[in-house]
Nanobody, 127 residues
Framework: QVQLVESGGGLVQAGGSLRLSCAAS????????MGWFRQAPGKEREFVAA????????YAADSVKGRFTISRDNAKNTMFLQMNSLQPEDTAVYYC????????????????????WGQGTQVTVSS
């Protein structure tokens, strides 16, 4: 069982930055693929970014490429999402997720791929 706890959300003006963290329990964090998803009010949960286990291959949605960067620190069992140039449309609850096993460029974007989810952290970007 893996427990995930997000932090770092908040209120920021358009053009600003935030850094989200996802702390994971467990001894095999480095082997887990990790992802970030977000859900705005009235919308479906959507893929934001992901990073594979072992090889640290990264993936990002087109809407955040060049603005958001995903990374991980396996020694601290923590994943990060650096968000720059934030826009009001980035407002959402951001969730981290973990997958024990192999991912592909197709499966990484699908929420059912992931085995564990955090409770989410609110990000609000004002215009």
């Amino acid at each position: 069982q893996v427990q995930l706890v997000e932090s770092g959300g908040g209120l920021v003006q358009a053009g600003g930055s935030l850094r989200l963290s996802c702390a994971a329990s467990g001894r095999t964090f480095s082997s887990y693929a990790m992802g970030w998803f977000r859900q705005a009010p009235g919308k479906e949960r959507e893929f934001v970014a992901a990073i594979s286990g072992r090889t640290d291959t990264t993936y990002a949605a087109d809407s955040v490429k060049g603005r958001f960067t995903i990374s991980r620190d396996n020694a601290k069992n923590t994943m990060f999402l650096q968000m720059n140039s934030l826009q009001p449309e980035d407002t959402a609850v951001y969730y981290c997720a973990a997958k024990n096993g192999f991912i592909t460029s197709f499966t990484v974007k699908r929420a059912p791929t992931y085995d564990y989810w955090g409770q989410g952290t609110q990000v609000t970007v004002s215009s």
